[in-house]
Each structure stands twice: as structure tokens, then as C-alpha cells.
């Protein structure tokens, strides 16, 4: 029997490295997308073209979460950029239980459809001000499915790479990058300033190569 | 300061019965309602009704699952009674993941309002067939919450107690059970033959009263 395994993709460049990473595993893949509220949906429709390139099933889930008060859904605060993030403080782009949240629905979406695997493309090493990226909180989660006792287990194959690390194996993967959206903001083109923004340039900066996405729109 | 506390109320006898000790506990109760594509929406009117009675903050979250495939909420699968429910099988009326994304909002809406509490009317006797119903489950999610660091604590007051413990609880603490929806069909009046119904008469009858939803409905 083949195995199945759930992908959460958010269309950014962990999660489409992750997918890529599942699919050289030989897994059959089945995307979650979500849609919790972003400024922008640019993030969703990234997510669905690259499912649809890759003719994978794949399913989009609302979320609401109307006490949510992070500057990643809420028009009133502002998306911070690395001057402005305090370290050791939670930046605001948090969004309150939004992993576990995200776990959840794949838990359920493995379960009914039998897969035995779920790949998240959670990463330690870059967010590790957000409580629910840490190696401790996954393994929490992975002792959950145990208790569950439904045979599914948690990967998040780039969880202690930076995100040059991450970048290499994308390449050795083939991953698309210049389809990857990356960017906190929902512009025409990547902002170039958020913190997100910032940790993939570096990351390109450091494997020595242009970001095919930015080259891809570099006329400006 | 004020205890603050996020309450999973459906508006069945159990959930209603973990709200009012709540209460009882000085808590300042924030009730999470969910529609999760339940065939009728009696439970989530009860719910609410029972939350404005008692003046308190509530939250109704809509949930989707394309892939779900319970008879709780699959037009095409019938709801199983006693009868045909075999030992040692998981129901049909299982959602798979049902409690942990229940849980996984009521995570990010404790975290928003820094509720230092969960109240959930999980039950490990009666729906012992549930696997997200077991104490290692529950053990398990409290263990997440370590590991989010967020002073969380998960409490299931009735998570040892047969429903005529719960149903004498209750009483101590004026429930009224009038209100309150427990059965699994959305007709009028409780059908008095799913699984659910017969667990609350049960409970009823062996508490010695009866049982007041039904009383109230018994011109017929």
C-alpha cells in the first residue's frame, strides 16, 4: 500500500520545500490550505496553483477566529520588520494557537482519509520567539496522535535547518521558487522589508543565487 | 485578578453541568459554541440560549471538514443506537478530530483573552469508545499546553463520573436541565432512541427524577 501523508502548504517556501521533499518520499500527497483571516490572499491562491501544478488533491479551510488579534489578520496593526522585533518577545505577526489549530484539521483530514503521515514545514531555527514552532511543542503534538492511536506520524523534515539549508534541498528537489510566495504583505511584488521578506533574501544570499521569484518581477 | 476560564458548550446535559461548576468556581466563563455541520442546529441554539441566560461572553465558530464522514453530520449515514453499535468499534457519530480542533480554538481564544483555564465536559465512561475521549488523550493535550508555555490548565470535572453522578452534580448546582439539548437527531422533541437520549434517561431514572426536557414536552 502506498503511503499517504497530509501536507500543510501555505504556497511559502518551507512548506512548498516540504512538499516536494514528501513527494521524493514516494507519498501520495493531500494538501491543507488554509484561509484564516489573512490581509491577503495571495498566500491561498499560491498555495492552490502549486497543488493544482502538481495535479495533487487538496482542500481549502476557512478559519475564523474572531478574537484574533495578530497584525497578520488584523487591518489595524501594522506587520513588524526585524528593527522593530524586540528579541525574546513574541512578535505580533503571532497568531494565537494557529499550529495547533492547523494540526488539528489535519489530524482529522488523515484520519478519515486513512493517511499515516503529516508534513509540516515548520521551522525552529528562524521563528523561534513563536511558542508553537519549538522542537518541545511538536513533540507535544506527536505524543497527541500516540494517544489518538491512529498511526500517524508528524515530519517537519526542515524544522532544524536555516533557511539556506532549506533553500539547497529545494533545489536539489527542483522546487519551483519563482512560484513561491513568501512576503507578510499581500503587494503586486515582495515587500523586501518584512521579516519574512528578509530571512529569504538572506537565505538566497547565502546559497549564492537570485531569488527566481524577485527575478521573475525585477522589471519593474 | 479574576480567574478567567474558556468553556466548550455545546448545550447538551454534560457541557452545561462543567459550565454551572464553572460558575460555581468563580470563574468568569467565556463559552466557545461551535457549528461544525452538526444535521440539525438545535445544539447550537441551545448553546446559545443558555449562554445569554446566564449573561456571558460567547463565541459561535463554524467549522468545515469536506472530508468528514460521521452520521453526526453525512446525510447519507444513519445515526446508530445501542442496538447496533458494536463494542470495542468507534461509532459512526465519531467526527475524527473533533476534540482536539475543538480544543485547538478554545488554545487560541484562551491565549487572546489570557484565559488562565479550559472547561471541557469530556466524559471517559460512557463514550469510552471515543479515542479522543480517554484520559491519556486529555493527558496528552495538557501536555501541549506545557510545551506552549501559555499557564493554561485543561480541567474535565467530569471526565470519571457515570451520567447519573453528573446529572446529581447538576442538580446541587440548579442546571436546568430543561434547556439543555442531548440528542443526537434534531427533531422536536428528543427521540428517545439514539444512543445519547438513552444514556440521559438512564442517568435519569437511576437518579430517581425525571427528567425535566422531557417532562416539559410531554403533552405531546
Same mark, same amino acid.
Given at each position: 500500500?502506498?503511503n499517504?501523508?497530509?501536507?500543510?502548504?501555505?504556497?511559502?517556501?518551507?512548506?512548498t520545500?516540504?512538499?516536494?521533499?514528501?513527494?521524493s518520499?514516494k507519498?501520495?500527497?493531500?494538501?491543507?490550505i488554509?484561509?484564516?483571516?489573512?490581509?491577503?490572499?495571495?498566500e491561498?491562491?499560491?498555495?492552490?496553483?502549486i497543488?493544482?501544478? &502538481? !495535479?495533487?488533491?487538496?482542500?481549502? +479551510?476557512?478559519?475564523s477566529m $474572531?478574537?484574533? =488579534?495578530? @497584525?497578520?489578520?488584523?487591518?489595524?496593526?501594522?506587520?513588524?520588520?526585524?528593527?522593530?522585533?524586540?528579541?525574546g518577545?513574541?512578535?505580533?505577526?503571532?497568531v494565537?494557537?494557529?499550529?495547533?489549530?492547523f494540526?488539528?484539521?489535519?489530524i482529522?483530514?488523515a484520519?478519515?482519509?486513512?493517511?499515516?503521515?503529516?508534513f509540516?514545514?515548520?521551522?525552529?531555527?528562524?521563528?523561534?520567539?513563536y511558542?508553537?514552532?519549538?522542537?518541545?511543542?511538536?513533540?507535544?503534538?506527536?505524543?497527541? &496522535? !500516540?494517544?489518538?492511536?491512529?498511526? +500517524?506520524?508528524i515530519?517537519? $523534515?526542515?524544522? =532544524?535547518? @536555516?533557511?539556506?539549508?532549506?533553500?539547497?534541498?529545494?533545489?536539489?528537489?527542483k522546487?519551483?521558487y519563482?512560484?513561491?510566495?513568501t512576503?507578510?504583505?499581500?503587494?503586486?511584488?515582495p515587500?523586501?522589508?518584512c521579516?519574512?521578506?528578509?530571512l529569504?533574501?538572506?537565505?538566497?544570499?547565502?546559497?549564492?543565487?537570485?531569488d527566481?521569484?524577485i527575478?521573475?518581477?525585477s522589471?519593474?
Open positions: 500500500m502506498k499517504k501523508a497530509v501536507i500543510l502548504l501555505s504556497g511559502g517556501l518551507d512548506s520545500t516540504v512538499l516536494y521533499y514528501a513527494l518520499r507519498y501520495e500527497c493531500h494538501c491543507l488554509f484561509d484564516y483571516g489573512q490581509k491577503h490572499k495571495k491561498i491562491k499560491t498555495a492552490m496553483k497543488a493544482k501544478m &502538481l !495535479k495533487l488533491n487538496y482542500s481549502v +479551510i476557512k478559519i $474572531p478574537w484574533c =488579534k495578530s @497584525s497578520l489578520v488584523d487591518e489595524s496593526l501594522e506587520i513588524p520588520n526585524h528593527k522593530t522585533i524586540k528579541k518577545y513574541v512578535p505580533t505577526t503571532y494565537p494557537g494557529r499550529n495547533t489549530i494540526l488539528s484539521y489535519a482529522s483530514y484520519e478519515t482519509i486513512k493517511a499515516n503521515a503529516l509540516l514545514g515548520v521551522n525552529a531555527v528562524d521563528f523561534s520567539s511558542p508553537d514552532c519549538t522542537p518541545k511543542y511538536l513533540q507535544a503534538m506527536r505524543n497527541v &496522535l !500516540k494517544a489518538l492511536e491512529n498511526n +500517524i506520524e515530519f517537519a $523534515p526542515i524544522e =532544524k535547518m @536555516s533557511k539556506t539549508q532549506i533553500i539547497k534541498l529545494g533545489l536539489k528537489l522546487v519551483p519563482q512560484y513561491t510566495w512576503c507578510y504583505n499581500g503587494t503586486k511584488r515587500c523586501g522589508t521579516d519574512s521578506c528578509k529569504r533574501a538572506k537565505g538566497f544570499k547565502e546559497v549564492g543565487i537570485d527566481p521569484a527575478k521573475k518581477s522589471g519593474k
